[in-house]
């Protein structure tokens, strides 16, 4: 019965009665389908203008893509596609992460892996995990961390990812990408919330910040003298 107010205003505003309204709406919406000449998914297939199943695409050289491939039928995975021949090769599934966010350069991915304490099990964790995508061996860089939307150097050499404890402090962490140890921790004496950091160059990251106002802006970090 919660229905009928709407009902009644659909009415009052058209002034037909709503099953008439609604079997309008139908017609008029069938319409151009009719005129197609095929079937409804046979239409609808004509009009696919992108796959949704495919994130983050980035280029390995002239010819490749690697991207996050899912569906509904099988959890996420990190794929490579020859875009001259067609051919899509898996590297491997990907681990549970908060989303399927990753960076990737010099045949390196990284990206954010979700990870439980083993004892505690209310404790989690963000890990960041590098992935070689020629022989398929990964590694955890991070342990226990709260790391989230990491990028790789161009190198290879470095990882930039955004800490947030659960205080909800921010705070940009430059690390090793071998031994995950920390070089740097970028001051944020504004209290900024990171995201989506990139590195810019050799010796600036450039990252989408919020302020406690809630105002957005994008900032260059320099990692050697601290200014923004």
Same mark, same amino acid.
């Given at each position: 019965?919660?229905?009928?107010?709407?009902?009644?205003?659909?009415?009052?505003?058209?002034g037909?009665?709503?099953?008439?309204?609604?079997?309008?709406?139908?017609?008029?919406y069938?319409?151009?389908?009719?005129?197609?000449?095929?079937s409804?998914?046979a239409?609808?297939?004509?009009?696919?203008h992108?796959?949704?199943?495919?994130?983050?695409?980035?280029?390995?050289d002239?010819e490749?893509?690697?991207?996050?491939?899912?569906?509904?039928?099988?959890?996420?995975?990190?794929?490579?596609?020859?875009?001259?021949?067609?051919?899509?090769?898996?590297?491997?599934?990907?681990?549970?992460?908060?989303?399927?966010?990753?960076s990737?350069?010099?045949?390196?991915?990284?990206y954010?892996?979700?990870?439980?304490? #083993?004892?505690?099990?209310?404790?989690?964790?963000?890990? %960041?995990? @590098?992935? *070689? /995508?020629? =022989?398929?061996?990964?590694?955890t860089?991070?342990?226990?961390?709260?790391?989230?939307?990491?990028?790789?150097?161009?190198?290879?050499?470095?990882?930039?990812a955004?800490?947030?404890?659960?205080?909800?402090?921010?705070?940009?962490?430059?690390?090793?990408?071998?031994?995950?140890?920390?070089?740097?921790?970028?001051?944020?004496?504004?209290?900024?919330?990171?995201?989506?950091?990139?590195?810019?160059?050799?010796?600036?990251?450039?990252? #989408?910040?919020?302020n406690?106002?809630?105002?957005?802006? %994008?900032? @260059?970090? *320099? /990692?050697? =003298?601290?200014?923004?």
């Amino acid at each position: 019965r919660l229905v009928y107010p709407f009902q009644s205003a659909i009415k009052r505003n058209t002034g037909i009665k709503y099953e008439k309204f609604r079997s309008a709406a139908f017609d008029f919406y069938k319409a151009p389908l009719a005129t197609v000449g095929d079937s409804a998914a046979a239409w609808a297939e004509k009009q696919k203008h992108f796959n949704a199943d495919v994130e983050f695409p980035q280029w390995i050289d002239e010819e490749r893509l690697v991207y996050v491939k899912s569906d509904y039928k099988s959890i996420p995975a990190f794929y490579i596609k020859d875009l001259q021949t067609g051919v899509e090769e898996k590297v491997r599934t990907k681990d549970i992460s908060p989303d399927n966010y990753f960076s990737y350069r010099n045949h390196r991915i990284v990206y954010a892996a979700y990870d439980v304490d #083993a004892r505690w099990g209310w404790r989690d964790y963000s890990e %960041l995990r @590098v992935l *070689d /995508i020629f =022989d398929g061996v990964q590694r955890t860089i991070s342990k226990k961390g709260k790391y989230f939307a990491p990028d790789i150097s161009s190198d290879g050499r470095q990882v930039v990812a955004v800490q947030v404890l659960p205080d909800g402090k921010c705070t940009l962490h430059v690390l090793d990408g071998n031994s995950g140890t920390l070089v740097k921790a970028i001051p944020n004496p504004d209290e900024l919330f990171y995201t989506h950091p990139k590195f810019y160059g050799k010796q600036k990251i450039i990252s #989408a910040v919020r302020n406690k106002k809630g105002e957005m802006a %994008l900032g @260059v970090f *320099d /990692i050697k =003298d601290n200014t923004t």
